[in-house]
Each structure stands twice: as structure tokens, then as C-alpha cells.
């Protein structure tokens, strides 16, 4: 058995957990971080195993992610510009194809009326919530008694008006269907984001890329802290007590520490054993807590045949099962990369087909977008996250109906030694890696402060 004595034990090498670690250790700590899987990165995820880089996970950087932001300079790394010139796409109810510009889809001047409305309404009940506390708002338990689709309901009359504004938080963040979500966790979102409005602006929130793709952020971190990273090495136990912890993982590893950070995802919270038993109200709480389902497509061509047609490769529809897509090409490389994503419901009736049905249905929604080119790709890859042990959904957590304004204010309460720390539980960045990275240096202070004499 290998025994090891660290201040503090950091479980998850993801971007969270390492910058906890850096943070911890730039402050005189000594620290350890455990990491279940074989790499590190945790939903980041460059992959170029099949000819082209592709980045399975996270990899879009918007201009409010100031802590995101801040780690890609510190450590070295260039962005790029996602490519935007062109027409947008949008496949209304009808299935007809409409090019547009700008943030609001060309349904009927009504409709698009009403999304406007919609959103400034939006905007407004946005801007009341602190995303550190939602459940603070006065009228939190109304709005997270209420799901996202009946809110919407009775916000509009306009069926296309709701689909569209309803996916700005369902399909395309919580990737939950709407009526399994509250409309507080859907302003949560909002508000993380810094409004209603930027989640509808595919080119804030979807901005940047890092060049080389975005794990480089997790890598080099950890090659930083060299040795103080084990790979391989899922934690099975944590015993505890108010002095301290030991946490054992596997290959015989026991860290005994003063301090402990959790920077895994809730959903994976209870598949560690805890001595003694958490107190009753985390028992309850995590079971309040899931991830969403997001198959994310990568298709790739010799060219981006799309932009000669004067396509921009952006492409939204609440109808088809590909509900949004973007040109994704990489920096340098003179390949077209069409990005996709389905979600929730659409995802597990896809996910349902052999690959080879669902490669043609997924490529045939392209298709629809961008021509018949699409139908073709030199190199085709799917990442769904729900069948890695190690995350089992994407992109992060969310609280079930009224989990959100009855447990959220004890999401992050240490239990003893045991601090919890990941961008599921974040406030500003919330589901973002710059929310892993803000809560990376939020438990990095709360360990310190309860490590000082
Ligand atoms: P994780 O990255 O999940 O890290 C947790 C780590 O803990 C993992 O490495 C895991 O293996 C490890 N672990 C789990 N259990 C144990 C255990 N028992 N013992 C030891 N280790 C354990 N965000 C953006 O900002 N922009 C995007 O464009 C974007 N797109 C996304 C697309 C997809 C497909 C996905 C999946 C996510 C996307 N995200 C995006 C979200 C973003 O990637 C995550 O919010 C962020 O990376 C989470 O970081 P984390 O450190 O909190 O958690």
C-alpha cells in the first residue's frame, strides 16, 4: 500500500480541481490531486485520433469569462475568432429553410415581434437574479415551482415564439426538456451568463476558441504540478472527522490530508463511500442534482463548402434533431468542421438507433441545413459524455423542479473536512469552464482559511 500525507487532497484533476490545486499550492499548501481517469481535462477533451482535432467537450470562450480569460493568458495560450461571416440558417415549424442575420430567427414579423418582447422580459427577471444566489430572489419559490415550459406559457400565446425561446436554455445549455427544469434554474442560467440576451447571441456566447484546442488549459496546468497528479486513480473512500481526512483510491493509495476538495460532478458524488455517513440533508440534496444529455457531432470536409455559398455555418431548428450547428473549422487547418448538437429527448431517440442510422439521420439534418455536401463528410465523429463513467451526461448539472430554491443555498457547505467545488455548482460561468475555474479559486480560499491556525 502506498500512504501519502498532503495539507490538502484534491479529487478530479478537471479544470476546477487543478486550479484549486495550483492555487493551493502558489499559497504554501501541499497538495495531491487524484484523477479517475487515465488523462486529465476531465470534460475537456482534445481528440485527434481520427485525422482532425477535434474537441469532444468544452471549447467555446465568451468575452464575460474574465476567470476563463485570465488562466489562457496566464498560461500562454493564443484564441481565434469562430468563423461568423454569412448568412445564418433557420428550419422553421414548416421545415422550410430561411437565411437571416442578426440574433432573431425570420419567423413571421409577428413572431419575431414576440421574441423580442419575450426576451427583454426575459432580461429584465434575469438581471434581479445573483447568480451566487438565485434562491435569494423573492419570488424564488414561485419561479422554481413552475417549470420552463409553463412559464413560457404563460409568458406568450406564440407556439414557434416559445419553442425558440425556450431552447435558448433547454436544448442548447441544461440540454433538458423544458417541462423538467424550473424557469429559476433557466434564469440561473441566464443570470451566469450575465443575461437572457447573451445566451441568444451565438456570436457572444459561442466567441473564441483557444488555439490547439481548449484541455491545453487543464494540461498545462497539471504539467505545472508534475508529480502532485495521479492518474488512474478513482477515490472509492473518504473517511473523516473535523482534524482531517483519508481518502483511498485505487492501486492501494491512501492520502491522509487536513483538507479535502471534491471537484467532481454532483452525479458523481455517492458513487464514493463516505465514514461516517454524509449528514442527512447532502443525502437528500444530491439526489436533487443531474446532468443533461448532448450527443455533440463533428463532420468533417475538405473544404467549408459552406461559406462559398455565402453560409455562415451557423444553423438553429426546435424541430429538427440537430437543433444547433456551427462551423467549427480549426485554426490553420484548411478543412470545413460543422459542429452539431442534439439534446434531451432528441438525443435518446437518436442514441436509440444502430450507428449507422443515426450517422445518416444526424448527417440528413445537416443536410438540410447546408446542402447535400453535408451528407458527406471525409471524417464523422459522435461524443455523447452519458457513456463515460467518469462524467454519465453534459454538459452539467441541474436541480429537478424546486431543488434549486429549497437546497441551493447548501450546495457548497463543506460537510466536515470535505469542501465541494465544479462548474455544476458555480454562480457567474455556471455549466462553463470559467465557472469550474472561479470555483477552482473560490474552495482554493476556503481551504486556506480553514487551514491557517
Ligand atoms: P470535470 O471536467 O468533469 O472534472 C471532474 C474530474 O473528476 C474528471 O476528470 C473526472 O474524471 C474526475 N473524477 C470523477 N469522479 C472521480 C473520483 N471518484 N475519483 C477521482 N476523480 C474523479 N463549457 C464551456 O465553457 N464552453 C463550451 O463550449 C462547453 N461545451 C461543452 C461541450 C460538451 C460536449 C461538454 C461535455 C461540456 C461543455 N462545456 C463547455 C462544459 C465544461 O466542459 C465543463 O463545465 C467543465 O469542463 C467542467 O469542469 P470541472 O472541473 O468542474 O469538472
Given at each position: 500500500?502506498?500512504?501519502?500525507?498532503?495539507?490538502?487532497?484534491?479529487?478530479?484533476?478537471?479544470?476546477c480541481?487543478?486550479?484549486?490545486?495550483?492555487?493551493?499550492?502558489?499559497?504554501?499548501?501541499?497538495?495531491?490531486?487524484?484523477?479517475?481517469?487515465?488523462?486529465?481535462?476531465?470534460?475537456?477533451?482534445?481528440?485527434?485520433?481520427?485525422?482532425?482535432?477535434?474537441?469532444?467537450?468544452?471549447?467555446?470562450?465568451?468575452p464575460?469569462?474574465?476567470?476563463?480569460?485570465?488562466?489562457?493568458?496566464?498560461?500562454?495560450?493564443?484564441?481565434?475568432?469562430?468563423?461568423?461571416?454569412?448568412?445564418?440558417?433557420?428550419?422553421?415549424?414548416?421545415?422550410v429553410?430561411?437565411?437571416?442575420?442578426?440574433?432573431?430567427?425570420?419567423?413571421?414579423?409577428e413572431?419575431?415581434?414576440?421574441?423580442?418582447?419575450?426576451?427583454?422580459?426575459?432580461?429584465g427577471?434575469?438581471?434581479?437574479?445573483?447568480?451566487?444566489?438565485?434562491?435569494?430572489?423573492?419570488?424564488?419559490?414561485?419561479?422554481?415551482g413552475?417549470?420552463?415550459?409553463?412559464?413560457?406559457?404563460?409568458?406568450?400565446?406564440?407556439?414557434?415564439?416559445?419553442?425558440?425561446?425556450?431552447?435558448?436554455?433547454?436544448?442548447?445549455?441544461?440540454?433538458?426538456?423544458?417541462?423538467?427544469?424550473?424557469?429559476?434554474?433557466?434564469?440561473?442560467?441566464?443570470?451566469?451568463?450575465?443575461?437572457?440576451?447573451?445566451?441568444?447571441?451565438?456570436?457572444?456566447?459561442?466567441?473564441?476558441?483557444?488555439?490547439?484546442?481548449?484541455?491545453?488549459?487543464?494540461?498545462?496546468?497539471?504539467?505545472a504540478?508534475?508529480?502532485?497528479?495521479?492518474?488512474?486513480?478513482?477515490?472509492?473512500?473518504?473517511?473523516?472527522?473535523?482534524?482531517?481526512?483519508?481518502?483511498?483510491?485505487?492501486?492501494?493509495?491512501?492520502?491522509?490530508?487536513?483538507?479535502?476538495?471534491?471537484?467532481?460532478?454532483?452525479?458523481?458524488?455517492?458513487?464514493?463511500?463516505?465514514?461516517?455517513?454524509?449528514?442527512?440533508?447532502?443525502?437528500?440534496?444530491?439526489?436533487?442534482?443531474?446532468?443533461?444529455?448532448?450527443?455533440k457531432?463533428h463532420?468533417?470536409?475538405?473544404?467549408?463548402?459552406?461559406?462559398?455559398?455565402g453560409?455562415?455555418?451557423?444553423?438553429?431548428?426546435?424541430?429538427?434533431?440537430?437543433?444547433?450547428?456551427?462551423?467549427?473549422?480549426?485554426?490553420?487547418?484548411?478543412r470545413?468542421?460543422?459542429?452539431?448538437?442534439?439534446?434531451?429527448?432528441?438525443?435518446?431517440?437518436?442514441?436509440?438507433?444502430?450507428?449507422?442510422?443515426?450517422?445518416?439521420?444526424?448527417?440528413?439534418?445537416?443536410?438540410?441545413?447546408?446542402?447535400?455536401?453535408?451528407?458527406?463528410?471525409?471524417?464523422y465523429?459522435?461524443?455523447?459524455?452519458?457513456?463515460?463513467?467518469?462524467?454519465?451526461?453534459?454538459?452539467?448539472?441541474?436541480?429537478?423542479?424546486?431543488?434549486?430554491?429549497?437546497?441551493?443555498?447548501?450546495?457548497?457547505?463543506?460537510?466536515?473536512?470535505?469542501?465541494?467545488?465544479?462548474?455544476?455548482i458555480?454562480g457567474?460561468?455556471?455549466?462553463?469552464?470559467?465557472?469550474?475555474?472561479?470555483?477552482?479559486?473560490?474552495?482554493?480560499?476556503?481551504?486556506?482559511?480553514?487551514?491557517?491556525?
Amino acid at each position: 500500500m502506498d500512504r501519502i500525507e498532503r495539507d490538502v487532497v484534491v479529487i478530479g484533476a478537471g479544470a476546477c480541481g487543478l486550479t484549486a490545486a495550483t492555487q493551493l499550492r502558489r499559497s504554501g499548501a501541499s497538495v495531491i490531486v487524484l484523477e479517475a481517469r487515465d488523462r486529465v481535462g476531465g470534460r475537456l477533451r482534445n481528440d485527434d485520433s481520427s485525422g482532425a482535432l477535434l474537441e469532444l467537450g468544452g471549447q467555446w470562450v465568451s468575452p464575460d469569462q474574465t476567470a476563463l480569460k485570465g488562466a489562457i493568458e496566464e498560461l500562454g495560450l493564443e484564441t481565434f475568432s469562430r468563423y461568423r461571416d454569412g448568412d445564418s440558417v433557420y428550419i422553421g415549424p414548416d421545415g422550410v429553410s430561411h437565411r437571416f442575420t442578426g440574433d432573431i430567427f425570420p419567423a413571421s414579423p409577428e413572431t419575431q415581434a414576440e421574441i423580442e418582447r419575450m426576451i427583454a422580459v426575459l432580461d429584465g427577471l434575469t438581471a434581479e437574479i445573483d447568480p451566487d444566489r438565485p434562491w435569494a430572489h423573492p419570488r424564488a419559490r414561485e419561479l422554481d415551482g413552475i417549470t420552463w415550459r409553463a412559464f413560457l406559457e404563460q409568458l406568450s400565446d406564440d407556439a414557434e415564439a416559445r419553442s425558440n425561446v425556450a431552447m435558448f436554455t433547454a436544448e442548447a445549455m441544461l440540454t433538458k426538456p423544458a417541462h423538467a427544469f424550473s424557469a429559476l434554474q433557466s434564469l440561473l442560467m441566464a443570470a451566469s451568463a450575465g443575461s437572457f440576451s447573451h445566451l441568444v447571441d451565438a456570436d457572444f456566447i459561442l466567441d473564441k476558441r483557444v488555439v490547439g484546442g481548449l484541455q491545453q488549459v487543464p494540461l498545462r496546468l497539471a504539467a505545472a504540478l508534475g508529480d502532485d497528479v495521479l492518474l488512474s486513480r478513482p477515490v472509492r473512500r473518504i473517511t473523516w472527522s473535523a482534524d482531517g481526512a483519508v481518502v483511498e483510491a485505487d492501486g492501494d493509495l491512501v492520502v491522509e490530508a487536513r483538507q479535502v476538495v471534491l471537484a467532481v460532478p454532483p452525479n458523481l458524488y455517492d458513487r464514493i463511500d463516505y465514514v461516517p455517513t454524509l449528514p442527512l440533508r447532502r443525502h437528500v440534496l444530491h439526489q436533487h442534482l443531474s446532468l443533461g444529455l448532448v450527443i455533440k457531432i463533428h463532420a468533417v470536409y475538405e473544404e467549408p463548402f459552406w461559406r462559398e455559398d455565402g453560409l455562415s455555418g451557423t444553423a438553429f431548428s426546435p424541430y429538427l434533431s440537430v437543433h444547433e450547428a456551427y462551423d467549427n473549422s480549426n485554426h490553420g487547418d484548411p478543412r470545413g468542421i460543422l459542429v452539431g448538437f442534439a439534446s434531451d429527448a432528441r438525443a435518446d431517440r437518436l442514441l436509440a438507433l444502430e450507428p449507422d442510422e443515426r450517422r445518416e439521420a444526424i448527417l440528413d439534418d445537416l443536410a438540410r441545413y447546408y446542402g447535400e455536401r453535408a451528407k458527406h463528410p471525409t471524417i464523422y465523429v459522435e461524443s455523447d459524455w452519458g457513456s463515460e463513467e467518469w462524467t454519465r451526461g453534459a454538459y452539467a448539472a441541474s436541480f429537478d423542479m424546486g431543488g434549486l430554491e429549497r437546497f441551493g443555498a447548501d450546495v457548497r457547505t463543506p460537510v466536515g473536512p470535505i469542501h465541494w467545488a465544479s462548474s455544476d455548482i458555480a454562480g457567474a460561468g455556471y455549466q462553463h469552464v470559467d465557472g469550474a475555474i472561479r470555483m477552482g479559486h473560490w474552495v482554493a480560499d476556503q481551504v486556506l482559511a480553514a487551514l491557517a491556525p
